[in-house]
């Protein structure tokens, strides 16, 4: 079982930043590939970004590629999600998920129902 605890979220000016925490907890964290997706109201979950258990592949949506960055850090038991030059569309609940399935990233890594394991999400809202 792992559970998470995403925070870091919160209210900024078009064009700011914002670093968003998932906290793990369990001993398999550093085995599972690791993913950010977020809602926006009225629209489906997307897909936002993934990473590999090792760190050492990772993925992201179109819509943010060049903008966030995703990374890990085991020895915290601790995913990332760095966000650069936000946009008032890029505001929605993000949350964390856990592929559940070790040492595993596969293809199918931006689809939500892969992920075995959410946080309850936190807010990101950009003003423009």
């Known amino acids: 079982q792992v559970q998470l605890v995403e925070s870091g979220g919160g209210l900024v000016q078009a064009g700011g930043s914002l670093r968003l925490s998932c906290a793990a907890s369990?001993?398999?964290?550093?085995?599972?590939?690791m993913g950010w997706f977020r809602q926006a109201p009225g629209k489906e979950r997307e897909f936002v970004a993934a990473i590999n258990w090792s760190g050492g592949t990772r993925a992201y949506a179109d819509s943010v590629k060049g903008r966030f960055t995703i990374s890990r850090d085991n020895s915290k038991n601790t995913v990332y999600l760095q966000m650069n030059s936000l946009k008032p569309e890029d505001t929605a609940v993000y949350y964390c998920?856990?592929?559940?399935?070790?040492?595993?990233?596969?293809?199918?890594?931006?689809?939500?129902?892969?992920?075995?394991?959410w946080g309850q999400g936190t807010q990101v809202t950009v003003s423009s």
């Open positions: 998920a856990a592929r559940g399935r070790t040492y595993y990233f596969g293809t199918d890594y931006d689809e939500d129902r892969n992920y075995n394991y």
């Open positions: 369990g001993r398999t964290f550093s085995t599972y590939a």
